[in-house]
């Protein structure tokens, strides 16, 4: 071994000792009394992260469980009943040593890290948690005493969450996603109903926003899709949108042969009550996707760029269209070079097929 001189011979020697350290480290010993899941993003991620919550609380009813989350997407897990606390970090103001101190401060026995960046791996190492879970992508494996064997790719987000609480032996007892709303966020929905035709028809939610350029169908696809469910289905036409997304919204609305509503300003809260008020789902694979699915709403996914599979909207009422009949399917790219063909090729026809399939599936 190469000779290193002073200090750095010294800390050497402490990171070896304490390597050794975390290589010995049993499961669980004692039953954990303060517990912390790490989850920064994104909404629909920290959703499909929800079931973890419940099965940590049947198996330990008496510890405290905290969720540590971007502000952003705190809203997903601010009413979960299995939940203590949550901390809201907000990557523009608050600092990795800040949130460094807070955490320690909680004196948690467990930590389980479901996001596995260089941060958060970094808060797990130096939280001062005996047992830290997390998955060893890249260099991260120092930060962890129970490494779990990811299996992105082999199944769906929320039992690829789920491996990090069989891997400490804990039963599953649930896997459904869990967004509680609350009685300030019911009530705006009902105002914002009470503005809607009160004729009988049903009303379909549509959502042409998600994160990724490559996820989005088409603005004018929206409106021609929308435009027949009003034609053939005789429904009310919902148009949500997010941050940033209200142009899109205005386009699509103005598209439309037929009219249709738009779901005012809100908060990530105030949002999901209004899904939860529609009949169907229509939506590009995003975090109000996810929420319509968690709510019992059920949802249609346009997919192209992402997996169905393995991201789609959880449970056996909802569904999923794609092109199948392009060849670069799933190639995770947040934006695409040769026209997006998965998602400016897909039929507003073939996309009203699949929402038939989820309509019959769920009669009103």
Request: charged share 20%.
């Amino acid at each position: 071994m190469m000779k290193i001189d002073g200090w750095k011979n010294s800390f050497f020697s402490i990171y070896l000792v304490r390597l050794d350290q975390f290589r010995k480290t049993p499961l669980l010993k004692t039953e954990p009394t303060n517990i912390l899941v790490i989850k920064l993003r994104a909404i629909g991620d920290v959703l499909l992260s929800t079931p973890v919550l419940e099965n940590l609380r049947a198996r330990y009813p008496d510890a405290r469980i905290d969720v540590l989350t971007e502000k952003f997407a705190s809203d997903v897990v601010a009413e979960n009943p299995f939940v203590n606390s949550v901390i809201a970090f907000d990557r523009k103001r608050d600092s990795s040593l800040s949130l460094i101190r807070r955490v320690r401060s909680g004196g948690y026995s467990l930590v389980i890290d479901l996001f596995c960046n260089p941060r958060t791996a970094l808060i797990t190492y130096l939280s001062g948690a005996p047992v830290r879970v997390g998955f060893p992508f890249r260099n991260r494996a120092y930060a962890y005493t129970v490494k779990v064997a990811p299996r992105g790719g082999e199944v769906h987000n929320v039992h690829f969450n789920l491996d990090a609480l069989r891997a400490l032996s804990i039963p599953i007892v649930a896997d459904r996603p869990l967004f509680r709303l609350n009685a300030a966020a019911v009530a705006f929905a009902g105002e914002w109903a009470s503005t809607l035709p009160s004729d009988g028809r049903i009303l379909i939610g549509v959502n042409a926003g998600g994160g990724w350029s490559s996820k989005r169908w088409g603005v004018a696809q929206f409106a021609a899709f929308a435009d027949m469910a009003v034609e053939l289905r005789n429904a009310a036409i919902a148009v949500f949108w997010g941050p940033g997304e209200e142009p899109d919204a205005d386009a699509l609305r103005a598209a439309m042969k037929h009219d249709s509503f738009k779901v005012p300003k809100t908060s990530l809260m105030q949002s999901a009550a209004c899904i939860k008020r529609c009949s169907f789902f229509v939506s590009n694979d995003s975090g109000p996707m996810h929420i319509a699915a968690a709510l019992g709403v059920p949802t249609l996914g346009i997919f192209g760029p992402t997996h169905p599979n393995l991201q789609g909207p959880y449970g056996d009422a909802h569904a999923w269209i794609r092109n199948e009949a392009v060849p670069c399917l799933g190639c995770n790219l947040t934006a695409c070079t040769i026209g997006n063909m998965c998602m400016s090729e897909l039929t507003p026809e073939a996309v009203y097929r699949a929402f038939d399939t989820v309509a019959s599936r769920n009669p009103i």
